[in-house]
């Protein structure tokens, strides 16, 4: 599992029963006799990294007996957890201390762990509570969108697992690098799941992009289990560098569900797609290549198979067990007529100066930006870059900017396409909708850039790039 990728062990909850004088967390003598220092060493020694639990109460979740939270700690737990060299920080949300919010604690977390100068990941484990997919960007790497997977001791339910993936998706935009929405630990091989239904919610963990955290024992693994954590092609799908979430992409009766991820680009043809049956019979589960803005003749493999499966007109359809699922890899050209969108709010956008997150209805994924302007009538400005524009060749292409209805005020805002002169667009007056500008792009990565500075806001929406 550790050539895979598997990388992080986590030494999870019960750890530090009390505090010495000067406030300083002392493990468990029973449960680490010779220290957590030494158990570190020894997850190191074997090419894999270790991390740690705590949380932001005063107490963890474990009640009886109790187990110190960081609460006012924050400082010195994590120049402890540095002095053991862990590389990793699970932070839990029970015992939230009153007059205190998580986003608070969690960022004084953050601050911590800067102030030890050891690159420790932080993990904000809130049960989706506070909503931290829109703020914990550059606080924390990944945070949990939704409650435990299982309250069981060795037990977990299917429909748990099929709740915790469809949460997790509504978040999907919120995908990028660094920028993880994780719906809990998989459950693979866990009493209460089939391998079928197994197999099923590592495709669901893996076109969402989630943290692979495996749930199960490993010591009692069988031979099906292991097969499913670690099918390099399927995880491969989880680990791809664009770093999309799950977006539902079909559904032609209730159940039968078609999801999409874009590999490696927006528009760049490549695609894994689940198939996917929550019903309670066998049923025949089709994707359309319009479904996936590509052009007729698209490429099919079936990912737990390993195995190519030829090219097809229009699209492909597989009968599919009750609670099964069949992961593709989909290759095709794309349909540049409809267009390529890239969301304003994508975490993996390059944010300078002004720029805020916007929470709007009539946004496409109900989430816009807001580019300079400070809401108190002072003039401001800020830019968003859109780093990761390919495209298939070199010319001329139309760039809209969708955006809400502007205010009193006419705004002048610039397009920057690379390093060229930045193009000018004055949008007038209560208009709403959007605006086209032609634009040179060139084959491969582009990067566009909208700026504006004024006293309000320029608030957008999402880009557009269709060719000429």
């Known amino acids: 599992m550790k050539d895979l990728g598997y990388e992080y062990l986590i030494i999870q909850e019960c750890i530090a029963p009390s505090r010495d004088s000067s406030g300083v967390i002392v493990p468990d003598g029973k449960r680490f006799p010779h220290g957590v220092k ?7 020694a074997r090419g894999l990294k270790a991390g740690i639990y705590t949380d932001i109460g005063a107490h963890t979740c474990f009640d009886h007996p109790q187990y110190e939270g960081s609460f006012d700690h924050e400082d010195q737990d ?34 911590a762990i800067r102030k030890t100068g050891r690159p420790m990941l932080l993990y904000i484990c809130s049960w989706g509570n506070e909503r931290p997919w829109e703020w914990a960007q550059g606080t924390a790497q990944l945070w949990r969108t939704d409650a435990d997977v299982s309250w069981e001791k060795n037990h977990v339910q299917w429909t748990r697992v099929v709740q915790n993936f469809e949460s997790n998706a509504r978040h999907a935009v919120f995908s990028a690098p660094n920028s993880w929405n994780d719906p809990d630990m998989l459950e693979v091989g866990v009493p ?50 664009l770093g999309a979430g799950a977006v539902k992409a079909r559904e032609d009766a209730e159940g039968l569900q078609v999801w ?16 996917l049956n929550l019903t309670p019979a066998p049923a025949t589960v089709s994707v359309h290549w319009s479904d996936l803005a590509l052009l007729p003749g698209a490429t099919v493999r079936d990912l737990w198979a390993r195995k190519d499966l030829g090219s097809f007109k229009d699209g492909y359809s ?17 349909n540049w007529s409809k267009g390529a969108i890239y969301e304003a709010e994508w975490p993996g956008n390059l944010r300078s100066e002004v720029v805020e997150l916007l929470e709007c209805g009539e946004c496409s994924a109900s989430f816009g930006v807001a580019i300079g302007g400070n809401g108190n009538g002072e003039e401001a400005s800020g830019a968003l870059a859109f780093p990761h524009v ?13 955006f809400l209805r502007n205010g009193r005020e006419d705004k002048n805002v610039t397009v920057q396409i690379n390093d060229t002169e930045p193009v000018p667009l004055k949008i007038l007056t209560f208009v709403w909708s959007s605006v086209e500008v032609p634009v040179d792009l ?11 500075a004024g006293k309000n806001g320029f608030d957008l929406d999402r880009i557009k790039i269709i060719p000429q």
């Open 78 to 111: 994590a120049a402890t957890f540095a002095s053991w060299e862990i590389d990793f920080i699970e932070v839990d949300y029970c015992n939230l201390p009153k007059g205190h919010t998580g986003k608070e604690l969690y960022g004084r977390m953050a601050a």
């Open 442 to 452: 060139k084959a491969g990565n582009n990067v566009v850039t909208v700026r504006y």
């Open 260 to 275: 999409d991820k874009q590999l490696g680009s927006v528009a760049g043809g490549n695609h894994a797609v689940l198939l």
């Open 318 to 334: 597989a009968n599919i067990p009750s609670h099964g699922s069949i992961l593709l890899k989909i290759s095709g050209e794309t």
């Open 38 to 44: 030494p158990l570190v060493d020894y997850i190191h």
């Open 192 to 241: 209460g799941l089939s391998p079928v239904e197994g197999r099923s919610h590592f495709s669901m963990w893996a076109i969402s992009a989630a943290p692979l955290w495996a749930g199960a024992d490993l010591t009692i693994m069988d031979a099906e289990t292991l097969a499913t954590y670690t099918n390099p092609e399927v995880i491969a799908v989880d680990q791809d560098s």
């Open 390 to 402: 390919n495209t298939p060749r070199a010319g001329r292409y139309t760039l809209q900017l969708f």
